[in-house]
């Protein structure tokens, strides 16, 4: 057995036996892991509101050869703002639920763990929910190499001039007018079109930090477009329906 130190933020549990729970964890220093939290659904046990779903947490860790036990845990941060608005719970479990199928077992990654609690930050304190759920998703598709090379034809390689039509199919194919036109396929299944403006808030947000998110200013068009679109490029990646989007959906 040895004990390790480490900040994680609780992206899941669920439950096991009379009294304990398993504890879905993302620390940087060692990526998604799995934890028994001994006695967690006891009243009066000492975990009681601390291994909560969204809390960033200092956590003591027990490993040994069966896996991870939580022996201590403080809240670092609660988001009790979002707690307590119905809306940007549940966005924020529809980002923990994207983040937890994306982020893989046990891979460290610093940059994940800033993007996640960054963006509930962001979300907690700004709440513009639309632009941080979209600039997240646009992020952790580009850390995961899943972003779709957005400047050119997918099908001719030509790079995309201001005067062009970008089109977008549901697998995510991005093409021009011209091979759309060649390609019955491709005229048959197009979504959605992509706008210069789109695109370049796309190419934008996948570089850009908290700060200078919470700078842009776009439409509520604008906003629904670019929606329409990184969800397409989300699901094709996943290839899988999200619960919490579901849920999202039938509430709004
Ligand atoms: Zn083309």
Redesign the pocket.
Known sequence: MRSIQTTGIIIGKRSFGEHDQFVNIFSPDLGKIDAVAKGARKITGSFTGHLETLNICKLQLHKSSRGYTVTECRIEHGFNKIRNSLELSMIAFLLLEIFSKIAQTQEQSVELFNLITGTLTGLEENQNADLYTGAFKVKILNMSGALPDIS???????RWTEADHINLNNEGHI??????NQSTENRLTQKAAITWNTMKLIHFLSSSNQKQIQKIKISKKETADFKIIIDIFLHNYMACELKSEKIYAGMK
């Open positions: 050119r034809c997918g099908s001719c390689n030509r093409f021009c007018d011209g091979c759309g």
